[in-house]
């Protein structure tokens, strides 16, 4: 079988989630495939691409230094039409959904969206699962027909494991050219140095309407802050405006994988608890010993957030920045469990 790794602007490796996607790649390809990734930039290390399973390397050489969705697109399509790889995994981050659908109605390819998992039948074909209604159900679906199967993989579903090695990789570059003129470039805004991507944190602390205000949502920003984490919030704390929209997770926000989850006043609701699936340790602190966030939590704290974050806050204070761990400080006997997922 033959995979195409397609990887954008920050899924590259080192990033892990370009490292998590290739080990996808070698794992669906074992024993005799072979993997292809495509690097969307000029300033990449294709040896970490190589080391971890990429037989070959594939970099557009955009004008700008990194190829946009279009551009991509612009790129790849007839490279796939010649070389019709079996399929094509991507991250369902927004760079890969916008190429994976342009690519699927380009080529008349089978387009399996946002999938948790998946698997390969003998002849090479995809069965993907995904989350719907909620969560409440996981849906599986396959491609039917000889075409080119396209797969977005949300973040933090890939398989674990490293992917090894597998021959000397090469690296060739493919221009990109003719960029279409009905996209313009608006500019770009710098993101605050403590605005840490949600996707990408291992640690997020995130507050609920129980957090009460805009001032107690300082307390979630200082404790994901000692904690070296990023801040989120349900959609609830979004509406009520005590944090912004791209803070929000779940159903309509971020999807997050952190190794710890911390919901502070969150009741737990599945439109929400769909965004965290992949988190690894949930820490909840909530008032109502009954909330539903309790029966997803590793460590449940029966507790007023306003009492409860400061003590927290104060007793990280107390210790030295790199003894700060948060699965070792909250996650205690629980250790570190698996993703809620796959808990189910
Ligand atoms: C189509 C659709 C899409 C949606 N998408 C999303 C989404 O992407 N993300 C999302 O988050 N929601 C989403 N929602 C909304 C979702 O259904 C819930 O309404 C929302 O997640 C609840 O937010 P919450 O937990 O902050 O508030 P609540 O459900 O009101 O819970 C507040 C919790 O705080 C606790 N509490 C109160 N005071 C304190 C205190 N002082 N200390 C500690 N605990 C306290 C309460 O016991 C309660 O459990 C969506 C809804 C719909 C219909």
Do not use: K
């Amino acid at each position: 079988m033959s995979v195409w790794v397609i990887l954008g602007p920050g899924e590259m490796p080192p990033a892990s989630g370009g490292l998590a996607l290739l080990a996808e790649a070698r794992r669906l390809t074992e024993p005799a495939g072979e993997v292809t990734v495509v690097l969307a930039g000029t300033a990449v290390p294709v040896e970490a691409s190589a080391a971890h399973g990429a037989a070959r390397i594939l970099v557009l050489d955009a004008a700008d230094g990194w190829a946009g969705p279009i551009v991509a697109v612009e790129a790849l399509t007839d490279r796939l039409r010649q070389e019709c790889p079996e399929a094509c995994l991507l991250s369902a981050s927004r760079w890969g959904s916008e190429v994976a659908g342009r690519l699927a109605a380009r080529l008349g390819a089978a387009l399996l969206p946002g999938c948790v998992g998946l698997t390969r039948d003998g002849a090479g074909r995809l069965e993907g699962t995904r989350p719907v209604y909620g969560s409440r159900l996981v849906a599986r679906v396959a491609a039917t027909g000889e075409s080119l199967q396209i797969v977005t993989l949300r973040p933090g579903s890939e398989s674990s494991s490293p992917g090894t090695g597998h021959g000397p990789a090469t690296a060739e570059r493919i221009p990109c050219t003719g960029r279409p003129d009905w996209i313009r470039d608006l500019g770009e805004e710098q993101v605050p140095p403590e605005a840490l991507d949600l996707g990408e944190a291992d640690v997020v602390v995130a507050g609920g309407l129980g957090v009460g205000s805009r001032q107690g949502f300082a307390l979630v920003e200082e404790l994901a802050g000692l904690l070296g984490g990023a801040m989120g919030a349900t959609r609830m704390a979004v509406d009520a405006g005590w944090a912004p929209f791209a803070r929000q997770i779940g159903l309509t926000g971020r999807i997050i994988s952190p190794r710890v989850y911390v919901a502070c006043g969150i009741s737990g609701s599945p439109h929400h608890m769909d965004g965290v699936r992949q988190a690894q340790l949930v820490v909840a602190i909530n008032t109502d010993r009954h909330a539903p966030i309790f029966t997803y939590a590793d460590v449940g704290i029966q507790g007023d957030v306003r009492e409860v974050l400061p003590a927290l806050i104060a007793a990280l204070r107390r210790l030295r920045p790199e003894a700060r761990d948060a699965a070792a400080l909250l996650g205690g006997a629980a250790g570190m469990p698996r993703p809620l997922d796959a808990r189910r």
